[in-house]
């Protein structure tokens, strides 16, 4: 079983849901899940995305079944 993390990268969130990362960069700036902007971690910073946020897509039809 895979252990669930608190937060995840929006490249695992993507890998998860079977989607590109470019997908999952949409779904946020469309504001269909929530990510938070982690500052000094690179030019753009990290978007941590919260685990109860996979639920949401997966409700809303984004992504298949984890």
């Not at 895979?2 to 470019?22: C, H, N, P, Q, W």
């Not at 960069?25 to 685990?51: N, Y």
């Not at 949401?56 to 298949?64: H, T, V």
Request: proline fraction near 3%; aromatic fraction near 6%; charge should be positive.
């Amino acid at each position: 079983a895979k252990r669930s993390k608190d937060f995840y990268t929006v490249e695992e969130i993507a890998d998860l849901m079977g989607r590109s990362a470019y997908t999952v960069r949409r779904w946020i700036s469309e504001k269909r899940i929530t990510a938070t902007r982690v500052q000094g971690t690179g030019p753009r910073g990290r978007l941590p995305i919260a685990h109860d946020q996979i639920a949401k897509l997966i409700q809303a039809g984004n992504g298949s079944a984890i």
